[in-house]
């Protein structure tokens, strides 16, 4: 039996690698994989790709593509899920800020340094024409850090995945104010070097277990109320969220990689553009 340490966020997307670890998938092809929540998100699993802590990473596109860039010692070896990721842009629910407009020059909460939550703070004040130099950040870790963070002021906003966040808005927590979908596909598997140059194989086994529960999981039975019960949403929300989201079974292509990597460059997140063998698998 091979083990393999895999690394996600606790959301409502990786709930087919559940299944398949849970219905016994990966074993009945003798691989152990053992998965690691990671509510951090993207800055945290960059970090435990780079320390070896985790063999494989679902994370997102941008976050990956960014540490690839400044020597993150692991590839892209597919898209995950097809789909942007919507981001949705949230305040304190008691406060002042009623429209984007007024979060220009303010602080936003986010996770870590390098999350998906600060990138893409740059990429929603490019889309509104802000300088993004002025952008200030306050580290929160977690969605619980930035409930405090935004209740006590110390930050302004807060860009999480939309429908993750419902719960906060209808329960009165938040206000959501604004979208800001990624102008990408939203989730990539990332491996560390080591391991695909020792063994390909297992991770090309993953791959075809997962491949082929991502392409039936909207039709599996009552997908819809298993997902509203882990996830503690309310069916409407997860039957919209699964309209909108497409997992993928396909490599990164090229167009993807320069659109991600262009956009980078312009925010300045990155100060030189890696090559497509750099960064993904061929």
């Known amino acids: 039996m091979k083990t393999l340490k895999i690394a996600g966020v606790p959301e409502h997307f990786n709930l087919p690698w559940h299944l398949c670890i849970e ?9 152990d994989l053992q998965w690691t929540d990671v509510p951090e998100g993207t800055g945290k699993l960059c970090q435990m ?9 679902v994370i997102l596109t941008e976050g990956i593509i960014k540490d690839i860039v400044a020597g993150n010692p692991s590839k892209i070896v597919q898209v995950y899920v097809q789909s942007p990721l919507i981001w949705g842009i949230h305040v304190d629910a008691a406060s002042d800020h009623k429209k984007l407009s007024d979060l220009k020059d303010t602080k936003a909460a986010i996770s870590r340094i390098g999350s998906g939550s600060q990138l893409m703070a ?5 889309n509104q024409g802000w300088k993004t130099e002025n952008l200030q ?6 969605i619980d850090g930035a409930v405090e963070a935004l209740s006590s002021g110390t930050a302004d906003y807060f860009m999480w995945e939309r429908f993750m966040t419902k719960p906060l808005v209808d329960k009165g927590t938040f206000r959501r104010i604004a979208d800001c979908p990624t102008p990408w596909p939203c989730f990539v598997i990332a491996v560390r070097n080591e391991i695909l140059e020792n063994d390909p194989g297992s991770i090309e086994i993953s791959l075809d277990v997962i491949n082929q529960t ?3 999981f909207k039709d599996i039975p009552s997908i819809d109320k298993t997902l509203s019960s882990r996830y503690n949403q309310k069916i409407e929300d997860i039957r919209e969220w699964l309209s909108l989201t497409e997992w993928s079974q396909k490599p990164l292509d090229n167009k993807t ?6 956009q980078l460059l312009e925010l300045s997140l990155i100060d030189k553009k890696g090559t497509f063998a750099d960064i993904a698998k061929i």
Do not use: K, M, P, S
């Not at 740059?122 to 490019?126: D, F, L, P, T």
């Open 49 to 57: 790709l780079r320390n070896g802590e985790t063999d494989i990473a």
């Open 23 to 31: 219905n016994g998938e990966f074993e009945a092809q003798g691989i």
């Open 122 to 126: 740059y990429v929603n004040a490019h």
């Open 257 to 262: 990689l320069n659109n991600v990597q262009n």
């Open 214 to 216: 991502t392409e039936e």
């Open 137 to 142: 950040f306050e580290i929160v870790n977690t």
